[in-house]
């Protein structure tokens, strides 16, 4: 790694960006009076959770892998102030909107994003055109039960 892209990470470390900040917010909420908004919603069940990000970094680190290119004069930084990108793989319990299909992969990541845990139950939206999802897991408690609970007033019982 370059000496530039070593300070431009220890000064991010140091000092409180404006990215931090915003990450301390957490996560974004899908809107389920707002369902047209998305192109798929499904209910899942996670089989499987890939940590993209953190591979390509680790086989970056140690040599496997190419580092990407500068761009506008900017080395690659491993993301430090949110969640970096990670595949889930998972059964689909039930599709509340879009294609009826078996099993679903689909992309996370971002601020306050935890990955879930095998086995583990949530509900998916994805925006189109997006390469990201956003998804609320049974481990989060309470926002999955009001998601739940919200789905069912609507009319889409999970």
């Known amino acids: 790694m370059s000496k530039i892209s070593v300070l431009v990470l220890a000064a991010m470390l140091a000092l409180p960006s ?74 689909v319990n039930r599709t509340i909107k879009g294609a009826e299909v078996s099993t679903q992969r689909f992309t996370l990541g971002g601020c306050g994003v935890t990955p879930p845990r095998l086995h583990e139950h949530g509900v998916v939206f994805i925006e189109p055109n997006r390469g990201y999802a956003l998804a609320v897991w049974e481990s989060e408690g309470e926002p999955y039960r009001q998601l739940v609970r919200a789905l069912e007033e609507f009319g889409h019982e999970p």
Request: with cysteine; aromatic share 10%; net charge positive.
């Open 18 to 91: 404006a990215a931090t900040q915003a990450c301390l917010g957490g996560k974004r909420m899908p809107n389920v009076g707002d369902l047209q908004r998305y192109s798929e919603v499904r209910l899942v069940e996670t089989t499987g959770v890939r940590l993209t990000e953190y591979e390509a970094y680790q086989l970056m680190r140690r040599g496997a892998k190419p580092w990407p290119k500068s761009q506008n004069k900017l080395d690659y930084i491993y993301p430090t102030s949110s969640t970096p990108g990670f595949e889930v793989q998972s059964l």
